[in-house]
Each structure stands twice: as C-alpha cells, then as structure tokens.
C-alpha cells in the first residue's frame, strides 16, 4: 500500500469485521513537532495480549480465508522507516487502539491518500456502524479540526439511503472543503 489512506482502510475494515459498531478515525498532521500520527479505535472483540504480540507477524491472521495477514506489519514497517513507530492497546470485550506515528517531514513517508474517498466508502460500505473521522492540523502555533460524525447525518436523513446519490454528493463535497480548509494552516 503506497497510501496512509489506504492502511487505514485496511485497519477499519478490521474493526468491522472484529464486530466493532462505533469505529473513531484520528489523523493529526503536527508540522510544528514534525509528526504525523494516525489514529483507529473501535468497540470491537478486542485481542487478547498473546495476540497484540503476535498480530504485526505477517504470517498470524484471525482470518480464514488466507493464511498471512501484511497490513499491521507494512503499516508497521512504513512508520519505523520514516522515524515512527505503531502501538495496539487491545481489550478483549472492549476494543482495539492502533495508533501509528511518522516523521512528517521525513523524506520516504508516504502520502496521506485520499481521506474524503476513504472515508466516504466505509461509511458508504458499512451504513451499520458508527463512524467519527477527525482530521487535525498543526502548523506555527495555529491548530484547526474537522470532525466527520455519520450519526447525526443518518438522524437527519430520516429512512434516506446514505447511498443516495445526492446524499453522496454532498458527503463527499462535505470531506472534501473540511479537510482541505483544515489543511489550509500547513501551507501558511
């Protein structure tokens, strides 16, 4: 995977498969402490410590389908090249942490991807859970947030299909000016 988007996908669809219904999406770009942190917490079956030991081994896997499992450790390997490092809190029962740090500036840190796709194909994709995307940037003392909640929206679309294709518009115009106005403050 060449994009930070795209492990974060695979994480989440993790979480969805773990049983999670509320999964929370945190990418904070800190320019001023040169770092890049992203963030996935879910509700989820949690792991048991025996198994966040061993779940960054690409040749453990929960799943059947497959016998190897490469998205925590190329995720892993990726932000330890570029100075970082990944860390899981898992609770059976409770949930899942993956918390994954870059050097933001380091010369061979892949790009973010595209966040308002991303995140608009889980929601999209997994209408059932509960999904909260946070999006911070941190640049010469300026700090700004945009937060994506889908439950409200789905409160206020009342039966519409979040699939609607005006709904869909909308979304992804919604993802798309709050980010980019979040990210304003990198480039000032």
């Known amino acids: 995977m060449k994009e930070i988007a795209l492990h974060l996908l695979d994480l989440a669809e993790n979480s969805v498969s773990a049983g999670a219904k509320t999964v929370q999406i945190s990418i904070c770009e800190d320019q001023s402490a040169d770092l ?29 389908t497959r016998k190897v499992g490469l998205g925590i450790p190329l995720f892993k390997a990726a932000a330890e090249e570029c ?25 061979d840190r892949m790009p973010l991807g595209n966040l308002p796709t991303t995140v608009l194909g889980l929601s999209v994709a997994h209408p059932e859970i509960h999904w909260i995307f946070r999006y911070t940037a941190r640049a010469n003392g ?3 947030t945009f937060e994506y909640d889908d439950q409200p929206i789905k409160e206020t679309l009342d039966g519409l299909p979040i699939t609607h294709p005006e709904v869909l518009a909308w979304l992804r115009g919604m993802l798309e000016e709050g980010i980019a106005a979040a990210q304003k403050i990198l480039n000032s």
């Open 36 to 64: 890049l942190t992203t963030c996935i917490e879910d509700d989820g079956r949690g792991m048991t410590p025996e198994m966040v030991k061993m779940v960054t081994d690409p040749f453990v896997t929960s799943r059947v």
């Open 83 to 107: 100075g970082g490092g990944l860390e899981i809190q898992s609770t059976p029962a409770v949930g899942t942490r993956v918390e994954a740090r870059f050097q933001h500036s380091h010369i």
């Open 142 to 144: 300026a700090e700004k």
